[in-house]
């Protein structure tokens, strides 16, 4: 996603930009992130870090479902699995801020459906589940003409039992449940403009609140080995999603306990947020990491 290039527009267009979230505030500067890429594993590595000293969480663990990583083994036990996930989970609950925010990638497997819910259920001593996204990664619409478009990256399977499956789940937890977000920041316009002036709250602007499904292909790429070097990434624009839905200005230090080739931390980078903490176990995915972020 591109961070808004503002030419020599007024004062008061650049402060109702600001108050919709589109941009840092002109003070901060864009590309001055701090970087701790560690090659640790995460629960040793979050224990090192103070309380209450993260702002922002966007991570995707491993899912559990066969996936072939490198180094790290994805075929636990049920529930030695999610007992894990409950180990590392009460890690960032310490050291996230009582107004923090935590937004947890996860997908299913056709045949497994339930793993979700159960990580939710297994998180609620720790978290107030306070939304639920999905990110769509290809989606097929019928418009009015009838003309069916198809948009995103679509991975066929071959069942006679389960659909294809063409979404994940982004979990947003925070402490309280209580947490104000920037909705307008990925906010679009409105389809029936006569809705601006007809409702108060919009305050004139020309936007409403995106809702809960965000659709991010993934790019095209010609070379898997190359260019995504890593068997389970999310875009980039899924963490930056996370960052402005959460506030730019607000985001002081951000954490992704499991770095993978580091697309939350290029998130980071384009935002503008000073600080960044990953952790990763695999030395090949972390170096991929450090190497995108230059
Ligand atoms: C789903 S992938 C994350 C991918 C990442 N979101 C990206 O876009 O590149 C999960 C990653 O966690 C790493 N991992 C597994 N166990 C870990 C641990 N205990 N500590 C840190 N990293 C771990 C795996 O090597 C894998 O790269």
New binding site residues.
């Given amino acids: 996603m591109r961070v808004p290039v503002i030419p020599s527009q007024s004062k008061g267009a650049l402060q109702s930009l600001l108050s919709l979230g589109e941009v840092r505030p002109p003070s901060a500067s864009l590309g001055t992130t701090a970087f701790d890429l560690l090659h640790?594993?995460?629960?040793?590595?979050m224990a090192k870090l103070p309380a209450a000293s993260i702002d922002l969480v966007?991570?995707?663990?491993?899912?559990n479902l066969g996936?072939r990583?490198?180094?790290?083994s994805d075929r636990a036990d049920r529930t030695g699995y999610l007992r894990?996930c409950k180990t590392?989970a009460a890690e960032i609950a310490r050291l996230l801020k009582p107004d923090g925010s935590f937004f947890l990638?996860v997908g299913a497997a056709p045949a497994n459906p339930m793993f979700p819910h159960e990580l939710v259920l297994e998180l609620r001593d720790l978290f107030v589940l306070q939304n639920t996204i999905h990110w769509i990664k290809s989606i097929s619409i019928e418009e009015q003409d009838g003309e069916i478009v198809s948009r995103g990256h679509f991975k066929p399977i071959n069942s006679h039992r389960f659909l294809n499956d063409c979404h994940e789940y982004i979990f947003y937890f925070t402490k309280t449940g209580r947490v104000e977000l920037n909705r307008l920041a990925l906010g679009v316009p409105y389809q029936d403009k006569t809705n601006i002036a007809r409702w108060s709250h919009t305050g004139g602007h020309d936007r409403r609140c995106r809702g809960n499904t965000w659709f991010i292909p993934y790019e095209t790429i010609q070379s898997r080995d190359k260019e995504r070097p890593?068997?389970?990434?999310?875009?980039?624009e899924?963490?930056e999603n996370g960052i402005r839905l959460h506030g730019v200005e607000k985001v002081t230090t951000m954490l992704?306990?499991?770095?993978?080739?580091?697309?939350?931390a290029i998130a980071a980078q384009r935002c503008g947020v000073p600080r960044f903490i990953g952790?990763?176990?695999?030395e090949t995915?972390l170096a991929e990491?450090k190497r995108r972020i230059g």
Avoid: K, M, Q
């Avoid at 640790?40 to 590595?45: L, T």
């Avoid at 990583?69 to 790290?72: A, V």
């Fill in positions: 640790e594993d995460c629960v040793r590595g966007v991570t995707s663990p491993p899912y996936i990583y490198s180094e790290f894990w590392w990638n890593h068997p389970a990434t999310f875009p980039v899924l963490a992704d306990p499991f770095l993978g080739i580091g697309n939350s952790f990763e176990i695999d995915y990491a």
